[in-house]
């Protein structure tokens, strides 16, 4: 299927198929309108992966009768008429997949659920292009315009854009934590996904950008103060002394950019390590353990990954770390032979010299089902994180059976989320399990820098990591 295609990709900001945006001028895909491309080379190059979508959406287009047409029609903002472009998208996904005859990819699915949407009216081009057949709309007004700034957020007509672009541009995003606007968050989003798309187009093994630091400390040194609990008070001074960048670089990324695209992998690793600390404040006697023992429950993309070798560089006096991974889907990323055994994993030389170790046990089966499994040989770690779960949303039943367990058999966790919405349904959750919480849903000052743009609406962000669910240790 290749490399998935960045936002400024498929909101018509970039090319659809080498992910250009600079110095490059776009031309729409002339059946479905949906892509964009820099020359005809790039289109011919995409047109076997883009073709089935392509002719999905120019039948969708041939009949309006099945679009939902319906849209805001107030001169206030459409802040809750999510539902209803949730609705279309999904209407369209399902229209397309029964004209394809097989389910969409996420190629397919991501040009549907980041359509661009006017900020007022939550019309698409597709919208317009209907209406402006019909007659209801003027010729060549049957296109959306792009803030001039951010070139993310869209609007029908200049009257639509007088009237939403001071919101648009000055209010403060409440799903921001740098207190951004949907300008200012949008134009950072545009930055770090033509950072992501080089990075992968020049990275022959694919994958996201990651930095793993090759530093480790003399002495554990606290994440719960508030003068030093941010990315760039943290990690900034380091991060540019060994990625080698201060200010622009070379490449005409600034350190900054790619500081937010490091926080990504990096969150799991801050947040375990701050949540150990706040379950253990005022006790310091969980840094200084011979083996230091977390399970991770389902969120594996990262797995493998030497940022978990940071928990060990910042805990200079544990020996070995011991890491578990469950999930019904670690059998995507594990040999079955590996199931269930245990495997010592590769060391900076730094930690080799010292002798310490990083070992990694994967299973197959959810969380709860592996403490069933483990019986009386089960040990309680000294954290249990359940990273993004979505469980207010996907596998409730499952979740909530791991929720009810892990309150039972007290063990210190933490659950996070993408986003506000998810944190509190979580949280209400581990709440009816009886959960003694130490922290209830807030902001995860460790979540990810690299803000999301909210699938089907025209407002919203969301975050790896982004919110803290609940931090609990036992039964109130």
């Known amino acids: 299927m290749g ?56 039948t969708l287009g041939k009949e309006p009768s099945q679009l939902l047409l319906a849209h805001n029609t107030s001169k206030s903002l459409p802040l809750g008429l999510e539902d209803l472009t949730k609705r279309d998208t999904v209407q369209k996904l399902q229209l397309c997949e029964r004209i394809l005859s097989r389910e969409t990819n996420v190629l397919e699915r991501n040009l549907l659920c980041w359509e661009p949407r006017c900020l007022l009216c939550i019309r698409t081009d597709q919208t317009l292009r209907i209406q402006e057949k019909a007659g209801a709309l003027k010729p060549a007004g049957a296109r959306l315009t792009p803030c001039p700034t951010c070139r993310l957020s869209f609007t029908c007509s200049p009257e639509h854009w007088n009237l939403v672009k001071d919101f648009h541009s000055s209010t403060p995003c409440p799903d921001s934590p740098f207190g951004l606007s949907q300008c200012q968050t949008n134009s950072l989003i545009f930055a770090d996904s033509e950072f992501e798309a080089a990075h992968q187009q020049a990275n022959t093994q694919g994958g996201p950008f990651q930095w793993a630091p090759k530093r480790t400390v003399e002495r554990w040194s606290s ?75 389902r969120s594996l993309s990262l797995f493998d990954s030497m940022v978990f070798e940071e928990i060990l560089h910042r805990l200079p006096e544990v020996k070995t770390l011991k890491l578990v991974f469950c999930g019904p889907e670690v059998e995507m990323y594990v040999p079955p032979y590996r199931l269930g055994r245990t495997v010592e994993k590769h060391l900076c030389p730094s930690c080799r010299r010292s002798g310490r170790k990083r070992v990694y046990t994967h299973y197959a089966e959810t969380y709860h089902d592996f403490i069933s499994a483990q019986g009386p040989k089960y040990v309680v770690p000294d954290l249990a994180v359940a990273f993004n779960t979505g469980a207010s949303q996907d596998d409730v039943d499952s979740w909530r059976e791991t929720m009810d367990m892990l309150v039972d058999r007290e063990v210190p966790s933490v659950f996070t989320a993408y986003h506000k919405e998810e944190a509190l349904e979580e ?46 240790k036992g039964r109130r």
């Open 3 to 58: 490399i998935v295609p960045p936002v400024i990709a498929n909101s018509h900001q970039a090319c659809y198929h080498c992910f250009k945006s600079r110095n490059v001028k776009l031309q729409r895909c002339s059946r479905c309108h949906r892509t964009a491309y820099c020359s005809s080379e790039c289109q011919k190059a995409n047109w076997k992966s883009h073709k089935g979508i392509c002719n999905a959406l120019s």
């Open 223 to 297: 994440l719960l103060d508030p003068e030093r609990s941010t990315w760039e008070t943290e990690f900034g001074e380091l991060f540019e002394r060994e990625m080698g960048v201060s200010g622009p670089s070379t490449d005409s990324v600034d350190a900054k950019t790619k500081l937010r695209a490091a926080s990504e992998g990096l969150s799991m690793i801050v947040t375990i390590l701050w949540a150990l600390e706040k379950l253990n404040e005022g006790d310091e006697a969980w840094t200084q353990k011979e083996i230091l023992e977390i399970h991770v429950s």
């Open 427 to 472: 949280q209400e959750y581990l709440s009816e399990a009886g959960a003694r919480f130490v922290m209830e849903a807030k902001i995860n000052p460790w979540g990810s820098m690299l803000m999301k743009i909210e699938p089907y609406n025209v407002y919203g962000y969301f975050a790896t990591n982004g919110w803290i669910a609940g931090m609990f």
